[in-house]
């Protein structure tokens, strides 16, 4: 009996033609059909506003930036991963899990993958092979992507119509919605009393799909956690209170 | 195995550093997922403790050897102290390399009597460790859990702990509730549940009435109150069954790469663990035999009490080969037969779950695209957390790497409704550094801000200061003081702030041995 070793098989290398004419497993039929009938992922409604009616487009790449980056990214994914997409975490190490499972997002099909001190070609290998099977990776790139793997990332973006998502400057990776924030203010804290609650901010969407670059004033992360839209304030901004 | 019989338990809470082959007098310490799980004793001169980061560890020694976990290494170096415990008795069950158990009557009349027995185990096992390190934890006691909770009481009292039949009640009574989980009785979140309701130690969890438990806890509270009760016997109806479930990988080419060996045998391990799961059985004991072309025969009972997933099964399969093949001379052709037996199941209680059906297309993709990224990263890891009950934003969930748990347990992840006393509240940081940032935090004056024993700020923080320069205070709160691992003689205390500084940016800041550090972010 011989050994199967297709899972085991060397990395694919960038320089070859794209495996994506041939996949193993069948993902890309699958794919397809998927692609056919939800051509969306779910998100949560006040970033679905501000996108357009479409949401978290499968194929696309968001950037998320600004102050309050990393919670945009993750209030953008909650929604898809509650109703059962899985997200790989590629190259944020520090990312706080508290906050993940706080904004909603089920930690059961979380994984997180530490890229090690390889540089940005092995950190695109992974890039490939998490799209292969994620629907959603959140990732952050270690450095500026050649052009050359930009496009094996986008590509296999589109032929497994995942999502991805950066946090932070792209750095090269070709980018359709950017969600920026900005403005943060925290609430609840004074100088020795109180403690944090909430933070409002700005959140602006922009970008090729986006018809209107819309602006939502939101608390993220919110009292509880999530995202919201803003409210009154439970207690006047700290600018004013110091 | 019946219920209840006279079990010993041995377990060397240092092994993992002993099986490094440094002198105990270096300090030397072994982490998983950047927490300390072992220290020599030149480490533990230095007051530095299981439990503990690698971060403060170096603080507390600078040169410290830190080495990641290797269990192919220390099963290697515990082969020897297996070879000398089946000159005792045939049924040595392994835990883990340094953490055995083994049967006590059989063995007992031979030597005549437990005394006796230990005393001559003592001998034995003294001469296979230089010296310097410390002896093994020894506990005798009516069955499993009872006997691997004397073990801990021998560990810390620093001799054997025989508990004798009537005599059960009282070992436990006065024993913390989280030595349950910490010998894998019960997980790690029922601890923390009792916890939150004020019952800390097994006496406690023993003067509840049996009916209140069953229904508030379910099984595992049965469970975990009647060892607190003194009795190490599960149900009639639930009793731990010998099983006869095998599945066998014969090749007619043998195999002489370890790595192929274990990837082999992972379809026929997933196998058995889902026909032991299709009876609604967890397995609990493994029996894992391999063999080569030239009849060369290594063979191990692995046991794990809170069941072993095919993951696990897998995990215990590749440590057994890599040690194998580490011993010089053990090994001298491929491997033709991997032979693995559920040797004893016990009904499922809901510990363990998702091991079989359920799992959509998605799930499928996932787990392959899982298996592949563990295939390509080199240096780094696949991690997914797991909840650990901790206080801090920081530790609630630990990561543990993908293939050593069932990624479709989501059990796994699952938070207590309602969080610790003393929990920092939401919203929490969404970057946990992994090497706190030290800074300093200066008052208005520009002295130093400290924390008293008692909790307190000696003068309100004004400024932080870290490499790239100043920023101001503009609010804070706190100080929460944090009391890590209370039930461990060696108590660390530290202090958590929340400050928003000049820039609108908001940080967690913790303080210990004087030594302020940004812990986390609200990014």
């Known amino acids: 009996m011989s050994i199967p070793n297709t899972s085991h098989s060397a990395p694919s290398a960038l320089g070859v033609p794209p495996r994506d004419a041939a996949p193993p497993h069948g993902i890309e039929r699958l794919g397809a059909a998927r692609l056919a009938t939800e051509r969306t992922l779910p998100i949560d409604p006040v970033l679905g506003a501000l996108l357009g009616a479409e949401g978290l487009v499968r194929g696309q790449a968001v950037a998320c930036r600004g102050p309050a980056a990393r919670s945009l990214a993750i209030a953008a994914s909650a929604s898809a991963v509650a109703l059962g997409s899985w997200i790989a975490v590629l190259g944020v190490d520090d990312l706080g899990v508290e906050a993940v499972a706080d904004a909603g997002l089920p930690l059961e099909r979380l994984v997180r993958v530490r890229p090690g001190a390889d540089g940005v070609r092995a950190w695109a290998d992974l890039c490939l092979a998490a799209l292969d099977g994620f629907e959603l990776l959140l990732t952050c790139p270690p450095g500026r992507v050649p052009a050359p793997l930009a496009t094996a990332i986008r590509r296999r973006l589109r032929s497994r119509a995942g999502c991805l998502l950066v946090i932070g400057d792209p750095r090269g990776l070709e980018i359709d919605v950017e969600l920026s924030s900005a403005g943060p203010s925290w609430h609840g804290i004074g100088p020795g009393t109180g403690r944090l609650v909430d933070r409002h901010v700005e959140v602006r969407a922009s970008g090729r799909r986006v018809h209107r670059g819309g602006v939502a004033s939101v608390s993220l992360p919110g009292c509880d956690g999530r995202l919201r839209a803003a409210e009154v304030a439970v207690s006047d901004p700290i600018r004013t209170a110091v | 195995m019946t219920v209840g019989v006279r079990t010993i338990t041995i377990r060397w809470s240092d092994w993992p550093v002993s099986a490094l082959g440094h002198p105990p007098e270096r300090p030397t310490a072994v982490i998983?997922?950047?927490?300390?799980?072992?220290?020599?004793?030149?480490?533990?001169?230095?007051?530095?403790?299981?439990?503990?980061?690698?971060?403060?560890?170096?603080?507390?020694?600078?040169?410290?050897?830190?080495?990641?976990?290797?269990?192919?290494?220390?099963?290697?170096?515990?082969?020897?102290?297996?070879?000398?415990?089946?000159?005792?008795?045939?049924?040595?069950?392994?835990?883990?390399?340094?953490?055995?158990?083994?049967?006590?009557?059989?063995?007992?009349?031979?030597?005549?009597?437990?005394?006796?027995?230990?005393?001559?185990?003592?001998?034995?096992?003294?001469?296979?460790?230089?010296?310097?390190?410390?002896?093994?934890?020894?506990?005798?006691?009516?069955?499993?859990?009872?006997?691997?909770?004397?073990?801990?009481?021998?560990?810390?009292?620093?001799?054997?702990?025989?508990?004798?039949?009537?005599?059960?009640?009282?070992?436990?009574?006065?024993?913390?509730?989280?030595?349950?989980?910490?010998?894998?009785?019960?997980?790690?979140?029922?601890?923390?549940?009792?916890d939150r309701l004020g019952i800390r130690r097994l006496g406690e969890l023993a003067s509840l009435a049996p009916s209140d438990v069953v229904s508030r806890f379910g099984p595992v509270g049965l469970h975990a109150h009647r060892l607190a009760n003194g009795i190490d016997e599960r149900p009639v109806n639930t009793v731990v069954h010998e099983s006869t479930s095998a599945v066998e990988l014969a090749v007619d080419d043998p195999i002489h790469d370890a790595s192929a060996v274990v990837f082999a045998v992972r379809e026929r391990a997933e196998r058995l663990i889902s026909e032991v799961a299709a009876s609604g059985r967890v397995c609990v004991a493994v029996r894992v035999a391999i063999e080569t072309e030239h009849s060369e025969r290594s063979e191990h009972c692995w046991y794990r009490e809170e069941g072993l997933s095919a993951a696990a099964v897998i995990d215990r399969v590749r440590w057994q080969v890599d040690a194998w093949t580490r011993r010089p001379g053990a090994v001298t052709s491929g491997v033709v037969l991997v032979r693995l037996a559920a040797e004893q199941v016990r009904p499922d209680e809901g510990s363990q779950e998702g091991l079989w059906g359920g799992r959509s297309e998605r799930d499928e993709a996932a787990l392959r695209a899982v298996t592949r990224l563990t295939s390509l990263v080199e240096g780094g890891a696949v991690e997914v957390p797991v909840w650990s009950g901790g206080r801090s934003p920081v530790d609630r969930h630990r990561w543990v790497p993908a293939d050593t748990v069932d990624l479709l347990d989501a059990a796994r992840v699952s938070r207590d409704a309602a969080p610790w006393p003393g929990a920092l509240p939401a919203p929490a940081p969404t970057v946990v550094h992994r090497d706190p940032l030290e800074v300093r935090l200066l008052d208005i004056s520009g002295e130093p801000v400290l924390v008293t024993g008692r909790g307190e700020m000696s003068s309100p923080p004004h400024e932080l200061v870290d490499r790239t320069g100043s920023r101001r205070i503009v609010a804070w709160a706190g100080p929460w003081p944090l009391h890590e691992r209370w039930w461990s003689p060696a108590v660390r205390r530290s202090a958590r702030l929340q400050v928003v500084l000049d820039d609108d940016s908001a940080h967690l800041v913790a303080v210990q041995r004087r030594q302020w550090s940004i812990e986390a972010t609200y990014g």
């Open chain 2, 32 to 194: 998983v997922a950047n927490r300390l799980i072992a220290v020599s004793p030149g480490a533990a001169e230095f007051g530095i403790s299981v439990g503990e980061r690698r971060r403060s560890a170096l603080r507390a020694c600078p040169d410290l050897l830190i080495v990641d976990r290797d269990p192919a290494l220390e099963l290697a170096a515990f082969e020897p102290v297996l070879e000398v415990l089946s000159e005792y008795v045939p049924g040595v069950e392994l835990v883990e390399p340094g953490h055995i158990r083994l049967p006590a009557r059989g063995p007992s009349r031979l030597f005549g009597g437990e005394r006796a027995l230990l005393d001559r185990l003592a001998v034995d096992l003294a001469e296979l460790r230089p010296a310097g390190w410390s002896p093994p934890g020894v506990g005798v006691a009516d069955g499993r859990a009872l006997s691997a909770l004397a073990t801990l009481v021998s560990i810390a009292a620093g001799r054997p702990e025989v508990v004798p039949s009537e005599g059960s009640p009282e070992l436990v009574s006065g024993l913390p509730v989280a030595w349950l989980a910490e010998i894998g009785e019960v997980p790690v979140d029922f601890v923390s549940l009792l």
